[in-house]
């Protein structure tokens, strides 16, 4: 159904642009020449001496290579144990992968929620990253029952030749992480430049954390709604990093999670973030911020135009080109992660409309990458018995609203 807020023309531009997108995939080859493939596989789990790869993030360097970064878990799928950060590198749009490389090892230990971003002014690529004991699980540590330097860090690394090589971790943990927090996680996916507006040059991380309970609560058992959301940020290219907003509200009727971020073309920033598990109605939660992802222009409130998204991490992007929408991708079956699909807003963020699903397999995290002004690229888990299977990436026509906006009579 459609929501009766929304006016006439939007929704037809909408349609006309699902039926325009939908043709042009239709018509694409699966193998084509390089930079003109549909899709490739970069990452399938039991290669390169790794069970599993999660949590795909991707960004396209100042000289159009495209970086993918994953958690290579060892172990297993699960979150916690023995987790490396890798890279692989695609020189052809996304067509051919080079061959993996370790990031930042966990050497027994986690480390992952990868959040990379391409600096607008030099060209550098700029990694955070969390990472924690490897016997220390998410519950565990948002219980509190982790000792000294076995709960969450947050680690930066630098790459000034393309992502060939990176620094070693640094950890900025004491700047961006308060006393009272737990669990703490960037990203997941690509993390934000600021091109735009008074900010612009601003490195924004969104990310989410968990606050311990207060003193003499009786909230055992419910950590869960003490979580919240919150963005880091560097104004000097990644050298010193700031705490941003802090989303503190802990009611449990939105427990702000994993978060992704765009900037809109008026310049505000869209933040849509994953409901864990809280009371109100729906599974994705969204704000913006008017100040560069100081403060938030108001809390956390649920998308309910997302309601078919299950519980798990999305991605946002606003492509750089005249007239394109909004962009979100996650799972489009409300009680399972299945069925990814593309979502699109022509009203910054306040609806969306489902433009494409790209089939029907079982799917869970994704990260959206612009591939020049004619195509998006999504990068996602995906497989046919469990979601976790591979990271595929996919080439996919972006949808243009203005044209179709015009063509419309108000």
Same mark, same amino acid.
């Given at each position: 159904?459609?929501?009766?807020?929304?006016?006439?023309?939007?929704?037809?531009?909408?349609?006309?642009?699902?039926?325009?997108?939908?043709?042009?995939?239709?018509?694409?080859?699966?193998?084509?020449?390089? !930079?003109?493939?549909?899709?490739? #596989? %970069?990452?399938?789990? !039991?290669?390169?001496?790794?069970?599993?790869?999660?949590?795909?993030?991707?960004?396209?360097?100042?000289?159009?290579?495209?970086?993918?970064?994953?958690?290579?878990? $060892?172990?297993?799928?699960?979150?916690?144990?023995?987790?490396?950060?890798?890279?692989?590198?695609?020189?052809?749009?996304?067509?051919?992968?080079?061959?993996?490389?370790?990031?930042?090892?966990?050497?027994?230990?986690?480390?992952?929620?990868?959040? %990379?971003?391409?600096?607008?002014?030099?060209?550098?690529?700029?990694?955070?990253?969390?990472?924690?004991?490897?016997?220390?699980?998410?519950? &565990?540590?948002?219980?509190?029952?982790?000792?000294?330097?076995?709960? $969450? /860090?947050?680690?930066?690394? $630098?790459?000034?030749?393309?992502?060939?090589?990176?620094?070693?971790?640094?950890?900025?943990?004491?700047?961006?992480? &308060?006393?009272?927090?737990?669990?703490?996680?960037?990203?997941?996916?690509?993390?934000?430049?600021?091109?735009?507006?008074?900010?612009?040059?601003?490195?924004?991380?969104?990310?989410?954390?968990?606050?311990?309970?207060?003193?003499?609560?009786?909230?055992?058992?419910?950590?869960?709604?003490?979580?919240?959301?919150?963005?880091?940020?560097?104004?000097?290219?990644?050298?010193?990093?700031?705490?941003?907003?802090?989303?503190?509200?802990?009611?449990?009727?939105?427990?702000?999670?994993?978060?992704?971020?765009?900037?809109?073309?008026?310049?505000?920033?869209?933040?849509?973030? /994953?409901?864990?598990?809280?009371?109100?109605?729906?599974?994705?939660?969204?704000?913006?911020?008017?100040? !560069?992802?100081?403060?938030?222009?108001? %809390?956390?409130? #649920?998308?309910?135009?997302?309601?078919?998204?299950?519980?798990?991490?999305?991605? #946002?992007?606003?492509?750089?080109?005249?007239?394109?929408?909004?962009?979100?991708?996650?799972?489009?079956?409300?009680?399972?992660? &299945?069925?990814?699909?593309?979502?699109?807003?022509?009203?910054?963020?306040?609806?969306?409309? $489902?433009?494409?699903?790209?089939?029907?397999?079982?799917?869970?995290?994704?990260?959206?990458?612009?591939?020049?002004?004619?195509?998006?690229?999504?990068?996602?888990?995906?497989?046919?018995?469990?979601?976790?299977?591979?990271?595929?990436?996919?080439?996919?026509?972006?949808?243009?609203?203005?044209?179709?906006?015009?063509?419309?009579?108000?």
């Amino acid at each position: 159904m459609i929501p009766r807020s929304r006016t006439l023309p939007t929704v037809l531009a909408l349609l006309t642009a699902l039926t325009a997108l939908t043709a042009l995939t239709a018509g694409q080859p699966a193998h084509a020449a390089p !930079g003109d493939c549909e899709s490739s #596989v %970069p990452y399938a789990s !039991g290669q390169d001496g790794y069970a599993v790869y999660r949590i795909p993030a991707v960004v396209e360097t100042r000289t159009g290579t495209l970086l993918a970064f994953a958690e290579g878990r $060892r172990g297993g799928v699960g979150d916690s144990g023995d987790i490396d950060v890798v890279l692989r590198r695609s020189a052809d749009g996304g067509c051919t992968w080079g061959p993996l490389t370790v990031v930042a090892a966990g050497h027994g230990d986690t480390r992952g929620n990868p959040a %990379p971003v391409v600096d607008p002014r030099t060209g550098t690529i700029i990694l955070v990253t969390c990472g924690n004991s490897g016997s220390a699980t998410e519950a &565990r540590i948002m219980r509190g029952e982790v000792g000294p330097g076995q709960g $969450r /860090r947050v680690y930066v690394q $630098r790459s000034a030749d393309d992502g060939r090589h990176f620094t070693d971790p640094r950890d900025i943990t004491d700047t961006v992480k &308060r006393p009272d927090w737990r669990w703490y996680a960037t990203g997941p996916g690509h993390a934000l430049a600021l091109t735009r507006g008074p900010h612009a040059g601003r490195l924004l991380i969104p990310a989410n954390h968990s606050a311990a309970p207060p003193a003499g609560s009786s909230d055992t058992g419910q950590e869960a709604r003490y979580y919240g959301g919150h963005a880091l940020y560097s104004d000097d290219t990644g050298h010193t990093w700031h705490l941003g907003f802090v989303d503190a509200v802990y009611d449990g009727v939105t427990n702000a999670n994993e978060t992704s971020a765009a900037q809109l073309p008026d310049g505000r920033v869209y933040l849509g973030a /994953r409901d864990q598990n809280g009371t109100a109605p729906g599974n994705r939660l969204d704000s913006h911020s008017s100040d !560069g992802g100081r403060t938030l222009d108001r %809390p956390y409130a #649920v998308q309910h135009s997302l309601d078919a998204v299950p519980v798990v991490q999305g991605s #946002v992007l606003q492509p750089d080109a005249p007239g394109a929408p909004l962009l979100f991708s996650a799972p489009s079956v409300p009680t399972a992660r &299945r069925a990814l699909a593309l979502w699109a807003s022509a009203d910054a963020g306040r609806t969306f409309v $489902r433009l494409l699903t790209l089939g029907d397999l079982r799917a869970a995290y994704s990260d959206l990458v612009p591939l020049g002004s004619r195509h998006v690229g999504v990068l996602y888990e995906t497989g046919i018995d469990s979601p976790y299977e591979s990271l595929q990436f996919r080439r996919i026509p972006l949808p243009s609203m203005s044209q179709e906006r015009a063509a419309v009579p108000s």
